[in-house]
């Protein structure tokens, strides 16, 4: 039993879908008739008494699904199964006497537009979604760069070239000249947010507050160390300040092992001692960072601070 069935794993595009249809016809010459299509799979028989020709239909929306293999089947097409994304699988006895248009799907070029044109609709607004959606990451990077989020924008746009080519090229009705396993593709885009994802957790993300009704002065010769966060990666990273204090205040961030300072700044409070800071993108080595205060005279302290 273990000879008599095989799986097959190679995923092909929408616009490629021919090369779906020479693949599963190159399968059941050697013996092997398909049992089940999916979408980055195939399940194959053993049965070397059969060749098989086989097409497939694109239809997301069948109200009757009866009906539907019934035309087929009038028409001396055997239904094999469909896909949850809309892809019907259909095969019908070869016989070499027969012409080549006997194992066309459709008889006339209109019915082929309209199945092309059901995929192109999809492939454009998902090509349009991932667009826009790269354009909005990509603006991001200017006030918050970062390493995963580059990967992430690379990711997304290198989706959106390949959805796009893809649709353009099924409007012009042409395949590619090599057949192009689309599993490596996925393969590269989920393992590009796999690594976006583990390396925003392992990002800094700190946020805290600290609040006193009375601070007692701090000067350079003894600072006060806030917080210690641990930077895993080389990256580039953005800080926030927000609250009142009653005095100006100088704070720095430096590298709690080296003493190294990163940056060196004065919070000033305006006429109702409200203070609001920003910093984007500098950039920490590897280490146990700090933020401290120094230079204050004294008096009411409340500050939130917001690190990634």
Do not use: C
Not at 164 to 181: P, Q, W
């Amino acid at each position: 039993m273990a000879g008599l069935y095989k799986t097959g794993h190679k995923a092909f595009t929408a616009w490629d879908y021919k090369k779906e249809v020479e693949e599963l016809n190159r399968m059941s010459e050697q013996g092997w008739q398909l049992i089940k299509g999916k979408l980055f799979s195939q399940k194959y028989k053993k049965n070397e008494n059969v060749v098989y020709k086989y097409q497939l239909d694109y239809q997301p929306k069948v109200e009757d699904l009866g009906r539907y293999i019934e035309t087929f089947r009038e028409q001396g097409w055997e239904y094999v199964n469909s896909t949850l994304n809309g892809w019907h699988y259909f095969r019908k006895l070869y016989d070499a006497s027969l012409p080549a248009e006997e194992y066309e799907i459709y008889s006339d070029e209109t019915s082929l537009k309209e199945m092309n044109n059901r995929w192109i609709r999809l492939g454009t607004a998902f090509s349009v979604i991932l667009g826009l959606d790269a354009l909005l990451m990509g603006s991001l990077l200017f006030n918050h760069f970062s390493i995963p989020r580059v990967i992430l924008v690379v990711a997304i746009f290198i989706e959106f070239i390949w959805l796009l080519t893809g649709t353009l090229r099924m409007k012009k009705e042409k395949s590619s000249k090599k057949t192009f396993n689309a599993k490596y593709f996925l393969a590269f885009l989920f393992g590009s947010f796999l690594v976006y994802f583990l390396m925003s957790s392992a990002r800094v993300d700190f946020e805290a507050s600290t609040k006193a009704e009375y601070y007692g002065t701090v000067t350079k010769q003894q600072p006060v160390n806030w917080d210690e966060e641990e930077v895993s990666y080389p990256d580039f990273y953005s800080l926030e300040i927000d609250g009142k204090i009653a005095a100006p205040l100088t704070f720095e961030l430096k590298n709690t092992k080296t003493g190294d300072v990163v940056f060196e700044d004065t919070l000033a409070p305006d006429a109702d001692k409200s203070v609001s800071y920003r910093k984007h993108n500098f950039f920490l080595k590897t280490g146990t960072y700090s933020i401290s205060f120094t230079n204050y005279e004294g008096g009411m302290m409340d500050l939130k601070f917001d690190w990634d």
